[in-house]
C-alpha cells in the first residue's frame, strides 16, 4: 500500500494540472479581468447614449418620450432572444459567442453614428431667415425673402436622409441589444461554474462593480465629446457661433460611438482563444461539499441533450417552476424596481440637473459620470467584500438589502424639496396672451433664441423681446438695445436668465451620490441570492428570466415611462416647418416633484419586496429543522428539486 501511494504521489501525470494552470486562458481569474474589460466597453455605449440622449434629442428635434424609447430600444431585441440564451445554457461554447456579441456591438455602434454623416449640418432657429435683412433675428417686419430662406430650409429638413435618421437610430440601439444577449448571462454562469464557492461572491461583486464603472466612462466621456461642437469636422471654427452655454448647443454626440467601437473590437479578441471549459479553481474545503452535486450534474448531462423544440415546450412549466420560489420572485420583482429607478436616473438625470440649476450639458453628464456612478461602484464593491467577510446566508443578505434599500429612501426623500421654480418668461411663464409690444415684429412661432432681459425677464428671441438694435463692446460681447418689452435700460443679453438655482447643486449632488452608494450595497447580495436559491441545473435559466424581465418590466418601459412623465411638464415647445420638435422651457416644479417623485415610488417597491423576503425566509426557518454546518449557509437548493427538475426536462 505505501509502495502504491508512492507511486500515485510520483506520477508525473500529476504534474499537468497545475502546468495547464499556467496558461491565462485556463484560469478563472483571467476569465473575470477579460470579462470585466469587455462588459466595461459594452455598458460604455450605454452610458454614452445615455449622455448624449438629450443633445440626440434636440439634433433631431425629438420629444422626451420618443428619445426615451431610443434609448429603451435595446432591450427590444434583447428580450426577444435572452429566451435562447436559458436554452442554450451550458450546451455551447460560451466564450466564442461572448466574443460574437461584443463584435456585432462594435458594428452596432458604428451604425449609431452614421446619422451624423449622411445628414446635412445642425440648423438651429436663431433667427427669422438665414439671409437678408433679418438675418440678425430682431424686431422687423416680415419679408418676401425671408419667407423664400424659411421654405429652402424646410425642403432641407424633410430630404430622405433626414427623415430616415431616428429609424437608423432605432435599428443601431436593436442591434446593440441583440449583441448583449450572451456577454453578461454566459459570463456571470461561466464564472459561478468554475469559481469556488468562496471566491464566487467576490468575483461577482468585482464584475459587477468594473461593469458599473463602464456606464461611468460613458457619461465622462460624453463629458468630453459634447463639449466639441456637433459639426466641427464640417464647418470651420469661424462659422461656428453657438457656446456650449447656449440652449441651442448641440455636441459631438457621434464622436463616442467612433471610440466605442474601436474598444469593443479589441476588447472581444481574448475570448477566441478561451477553451469552452476551464479548470475549476480550488476553493479548499468549502468545495469538498460541491463535488457530490457536481457529480450528479455529470450524470444529467444526458438529459440536458435536449432539442430546441422540446425546450420550447417545456419552457412555459420550468418558467412557472420558477417564478413560484417565492424567495426568486420577490428579490427578482425588488431588481425590477430598482432597475427602473436606474433607468430613469441613467437616461434623464443629467437633463434634470441641466434644466434644474441651469449647467450645462457636458457638466451634467460629468456629475452623473464622476460623483454618482463611482460611489454607486464602491458601495457595490463593499457590498460583495461584507457578505464575502460575514459568510451571510440567504437570510442575511435579504437583511442587508432591506437595510440598505430603507437607508436609501431615507436619503432620497430631502432630493424633493431642492430646486427652484421656473423663471418669468415673457408669454410663456406664466402662461399670457401675445405681448402686445412685440406684435408688430411678426416674430415666427419657430424662432428660438433666448434673451435675458435687464429686468430678469426672459425672452424667447430677441425678436419677441422687441429689441431693434444690437450692440457690440470692445471684448466682442454681443447686447440687444432700444428692446421695447424690456423694463428699465431696455436691453437683453443673449442666453437665458436661469432658473437661479445653481447655489443648490452642491447639496443636491452630494445627497444624491450618497442614496447611490446606499442603494447599492443591495446590487451583490440580491445577485447571490438569486444564484443560490435554484437548482444548480437551471442557474442559466434563472439569470436568464431574471434579465428578461429586468428588461420587460424595467429597462423596456422605464425610460419611456419617465419621458412621458417629462413631457407633461413640458410648457412650450419648439415647432419647425410646422412640426412639432422638442421641448424648449420646462414648468421646473413640475418637472422635479414628477421625476423624483417617481423614482421615490420604485424605491417603495422595491422596500417591500426586500421586507417580503425577509418575512417569507423566516416563517420558512421556523417550519424547518436547523441545517447541519458546513452544507453552504446560503443555499436553499435540495436534491429533490434537482430531481423534480430532471424530471420536467425528461418530461
Not at 471566491?199 to 458599473?212: F, K, M, Q
Not at 478561451?274 to 468549502?286: A, C, H, L, Q
Not at 454681443?478 to 428692446?483: A, G, K, L
Not at 418601459?557 to 421641448?583: A, N
Request: charged share 15%; aromatic share 8%.
Amino acid at each position: 500500500m505505501g509502495a502504491k501511494d508512492l507511486n500515485v504521489t510520483s506520477d508525473p501525470e500529476g504534474s499537468r494540472p497545475p502546468a495547464r494552470r499556467r496558461s491565462p486562458f485556463n484560469s478563472v481569474k483571467f476569465f473575470v479581468f477579460c470579462h470585466s474589460l469587455l462588459q466595461l466597453a459594452q455598458l460604455l455605449v450605454s452610458g454614452y447614449m445615455k449622455s448624449s440622449i438629450s443633445t440626440i434629442e434636440r439634433r433631431y428635434g425629438l420629444s422626451s418620450q420618443k428619445s426615451g424609447l431610443l434609448a429603451a430600444f435595446n432591450e427590444v431585441g434583447n428580450t426577444v432572444l435572452i429566451v435562447f440564451v436559458s436554452f442554450l445554457g451550458s450546451r455551447v461554447h460560451r466564450p466564442r459567442f461572448i466574443g460574437g456579441g461584443a463584435l456585432l456591438a462594435g458594428l452596432a455602434s458604428l451604425l449609431i453614428a452614421l446619422p451624423h454623416f449622411v445628414g446635412g449640418a445642425y440648423d438651429y432657429t436663431d433667427r427669422i431667415s438665414s439671409s437678408g435683412e433679418n438675418s440678425s433675428g430682431l424686431c422687423q417686419s416680415e419679408s418676401p425673402l425671408a419667407i423664400s430662406s424659411s421654405n429652402q430650409s424646410c425642403s432641407r429638413q424633410e430630404s430622405p436622409a433626414q427623415l430616415g435618421v431616428y429609424p437608423l437610430l432605432l435599428m443601431g440601439q436593436l442591434l446593440l441589444g441583440i449583441a448583449a444577449v450572451p456577454i453578461q448571462p454566459f459570463g456571470i454562469s461561466f464564472i459561478d461554474d468554475h469559481a469556488s464557492r468562496k471566491n464566487s461572491p467576490l468575483y461577482l461583486g468585482i464584475l459587477l462593480a468594473v461593469t458599473s464603472i463602464g456606464p461611468a466612462v460613458g457619461f465622462i466621456t460624453g463629458s468630453l465629446m459634447l463639449r466639441f461642437y456637433v459639426d466641427f469636422d464640417k464647418l470651420p471654427e469661424a462659422q461656428i457661433k453657438l457656446t456650449h452655454k447656449d440652449l441651442r448647443w448641440v455636441g459631438a454626440w457621434w464622436l463616442g460611438f467612433l471610440v466605442a467601437a474601436c474598444l469593443l473590437f479589441l476588447t472581444a479578441l481574448p475570448y477566441l482563444f478561451f477553451p469552452r471549459s476551464i479548470s475549476k479553481e480550488d476553493g479548499g474545503d468549502d468545495d469538498v461539499v460541491e463535488s457530490r452535486p457536481d457529480s450528479k450534474q455529470q450524470q444529467t448531462n444526458p438529459v440536458q441533450e435536449i432539442s430546441l423544440l422540446q425546450f420550447l415546450k417545456s419552457f412555459p412549466r420550468i418558467a412557472l417552476r420558477t417564478l413560484r420560489s417565492p424567495i426568486y420572485l420577490l428579490v427578482v420583482l425588488a431588481q425590477v424596481n430598482m432597475a427602473a429607478l436606474l433607468a430613469g436616473l441613467a437616461t434623464f438625470m443629467a437633463k434634470f440637473i441641466e434644466r434644474q440649476f441651469s449647467q450645462t450639458v457636458s457638466f451634467s453628464t460629468m456629475m452623473i459620470g464622476g460623483v454618482c456612478i463611482p460611489l454607486a461602484v464602491l458601495g457595490t464593491v463593499l457590498g460583495g467584500v461584507l457578505m464575502r467577510r460575514l459568510n451571510l446566508s440567504v437570510s442575511g443578505a435579504s437583511k442587508l438589502c432591506t437595510a440598505a434599500i430603507l437607508l436609501c429612501m431615507l436619503s432620497s426623500t430631502p432630493l424633493l424639496f431642492i430646486g427652484c421654480p421656473t423663471q418669468k418668461i415673457a408669454g410663456v411663464f406664466p402662461p399670457s396672451a401675445v405681448l402686445p409690444c412685440s406684435s408688430g415684429c411678426r416674430c415666427p412661432q419657430e424662432a428660438f433664441n433666448p434673451v435675458c432681459g435687464s429686468d430678469g425677464v426672459e425672452f424667447r428671441s430677441p425678436c419677441h423681446a422687441g429689441c431693434i438694435t444690437i450692440a457690440t463692446d470692445p471684448h466682442n460681447a454681443t447686447n440687444y438695445t432700444e428692446c421695447r418689452c424690456v423694463a428699465g435700460l431696455g436691453s437683453a443679453a443673449p442666453g437665458t436668465c436661469g432658473s437661479g438655482c445653481s447655489r443648490l447643486l452642491l447639496p443636491f449632488v452630494a445627497l444624491l451620490g450618497v442614496t447611490s452608494f446606499i442603494a447599492s450595497f443591495s446590487q451583490t447580495p440580491s445577485y447571490m441570492m438569486i444564484l443560490r436559491t435554484v437548482p444548480t441545473e437551471d442557474k442559466s435559466f434563472a439569470v436568464g428570466v431574471q434579465y428578461m424581465m429586468f428588461r420587460v418590466l424595467a429597462f423596456m418601459p422605464g425610460p419611456v415611462l419617465y419621458g412621458s412623465v417629462i413631457d407633461t411638464t413640458c410648457i412650450l415647445w419648439g415647432e419647425k416647418c410646422g412640426k412639432r420638435t422638442s421641448c424648449q422651457y420646462y414648468n421646473l416644479d413640475h418637472f422635479r416633484q414628477r421625476f423624483l417623485g417617481l423614482q421615490a415610488a420604485f424605491v417603495c417597491g422595491g422596500l417591500l419586496c426586500f421586507l417580503l423576503t425577509v418575512v417569507v425566509l423566516r416563517r420558512r426557518a421556523r417550519r424547518q429543522e436547523p441545517q447541519p454546518a458546513g452544507t453552504g449557509g446560503y443555499e436553499l437548493v435540495s436534491a429533490l428539486s434537482k430531481e423534480k427538475a430532471a424530471e420536467d426536462l425528461k418530461t
